[in-house]
């Protein structure tokens, strides 16, 4: 939908113009699209916060959250 696009463009413009944009998103897709750097929050606590390309080097974004959550779960 246009919509969608039209709020994509928003972050990667602000982000050009060296704005930092915090944003919240489930979707892997999306995250892998317009972020550059990645934190990982579970129950409110912060587990992780990385580069994008780091995590994505050697595996999945999707195989790196599920990683970080086993390594932090009791």
């Known amino acids: ?44 606590r912060l587990l992780s916060v990385n580069d994008l390309d780091a995590l994505i080097a050697t595996r999945s974004l999707e195989d790196s959250l599920m990683a970080t959550l086993e390594q932090t779960r009791p």
């Not at 982000?15 to 750097?37: F, I, N, W, Y």
């Open 1 to 44: 939908p246009v919509a969608v696009r039209e709020f994509r463009e928003v972050p990667a413009a602000l982000h050009k113009d060296g704005v930092t944009v915090l944003m919240s998103s489930h979707v892997l897709p999306e995250v892998e699209q317009l972020a550059t750097r990645v934190a990982i929050l579970d129950s409110g």
